[in-house]
């Protein structure tokens, strides 16, 4: 009688062990992958977001330039503004939805010309829908009460030189 089991008792032992713990990893392994799958998220800025297909309803995160008058407060807390990959007119662009209602005030920083990393939801190749709107800074940022005590001392230099900051 032909059997595809080995001879050896020590054999048959390891066989049976990696056919108890192999379907054990499997499963560890592709649970740890679902419940990583909301945690993953894509970042894009525009002209990535505009070539990629599929991407309709897919939470992402999207990042570039608030363009230049393209801020538009409604009266019910509503935001829109368009982001662009830099801020040359000519760049690839897409419209942004944000409520204040419901997510909360814009940053501080945020404004026209400034960059921004946005999390929400992509709705159509030139609509996007913010749930979340981080602002962007340079490494020169200065909070405003800071720059105002440096005029005040004689020690600010707008121009970023050395000993602007000490």
């Not at 499997?26 to 740890?32: K, R």
């Not at 944000?98 to 921004?116: A, I, M, N, T």
Request: aromatic letters at 8%.
């Amino acid at each position: 009688m032909a059997t595809w089991l080995p001879k050896s008792r020590t054999a048959r032992r390891r066989l049976m062990i990696a056919a108890i713990v192999a379907p054990v990893l499997v499963l560890a392994v592709g649970l740890s992958l679902y419940a990583a799958r909301g945690a993953v998220s894509l970042f894009l800025i525009p002209s990535q977001a505009l070539k990629e297909a599929n991407l309709e309803g897919r939470n992402l995160q999207l990042g570039g330039y608030v363009q230049k008058g393209s801020l538009v407060r409604h009266e019910d807390q509503k935001v829109q503004f368009i982001v662009a990959d830099d801020a040359k007119p000519t760049a690839a662009a897409i419209k942004v939805n944000y409520s204040e209602q419901k997510h909360g005030p814009l940053p501080d920083l945020f404004r026209e010309g400034q960059g921004v990393v946005m999390k929400g939801v992509y709705h159509s190749p030139q609509d996007f829908e913010a749930t979340q709107v981080l602002a962007k800074h340079d490494e020169r940022y200065m909070p405003r009460e800071v720059t105002e005590q440096l005029k005040k001392s004689g020690e600010w230099r707008p121009d970023g030189q050395a000993g602007a900051y000490q």
